[in-house]
């Protein structure tokens, strides 16, 4: 256990609506990490927040956004979701920000876009 | 551009022999190389990882690498695999100026009884 926790577990739902994925990162880091894995595109930085502040962008879409709260926890919003969006979506954390960092995974949250 | 590469996508093991699994990467800058490893239905574990220093790095689960700058190489290894090790590997890169871990496609291991 990492001590990074994703809920949900699982995600089922249709074309064109909206999603919340939550993560609350190991209890004492800063930076949190979101990350989609699927099988035609493997891994992919999506977006980094530190203590607050969105750190560094990677292949995030425009329909995709998110957050770090004041108690540290994310949210990554998916909107108008399309089949493509299927993946398994996963949340790191890392105590401060840095190419050094140990990443600390969560178990992920599997989202099915029918 | 940045990059890694992990040539094997399937590598099948009979428990007990040794395993070598191959990365390698393209960074313009100094590298900081990791390893992770994930099982079925669960998110990345830290195998190891690589900054500076003694070249042959130890991990976890008796796993060791060893980074070759010449080659661009950051292989992983392990003299003696167990059932349990089955899972997908993944070897990742990072550096000072780009924090973002860019990831290899991962090599899948087979353990065969």
């Known amino acids: 256990d990492s001590g990074v926790t994703q809920t949900p577990k699982h995600l089922i739902t249709a074309t064109g609506q909206r999603v919340t994925l939550r993560c609350s990162p190991r209890?004492?880091?800063?930076?949190v990490y979101w990350y989609q894995q699927s099988l035609d595109q493997g891994l992919q930085f999506l977006i980094q927040y530190y203590n607050g502040e969105e750190r560094a962008k990677g292949n995030i879409l425009e329909r995709f956004s998110a957050q770090q709260f004041p108690d540290l926890h994310s949210e990554l919003n998916l909107s108008s979701l399309e089949l493509g969006d299927s993946a398994l979506y996963f949340c790191a954390s890392s105590p401060r920000t840095g190419g050094r960092e140990t990443q600390y995974f969560g178990p992920g949250t599997r989202l099915l876009v029918l | 551009a940045q990059s890694v590469t992990q040539p094997d996508i399937h590598i099948t093991v009979s428990e007990g022999a040794s395993l070598e699994l191959r990365c390698n990467y393209s960074?313009?800058?100094?590298?900081?190389l990791f390893w992770y490893v994930q099982s079925p239905g669960q998110g990345l574990q830290l195998l190891l990882k690589y900054f500076s220093g003694d070249t042959l790095v130890q991990g976890i689960k008796g796993f060791e690498a060893e980074f070759k700058r010449s080659q661009s190489s950051f292989n992983l290894r392990k003299p003696s695999v167990h059932w349990s090790d089955a899972a997908e590997y993944f070897c990742a890169v990072s550096g000072d100026s780009n924090y973002q871990l860019i990831w290899g496609a991962g090599t899948k291991l087979i353990i065969k009884p």
């Open positions: 960074y313009g800058a100094t590298p900081y």
């Open positions: 209890s004492g880091d800063l930076s």
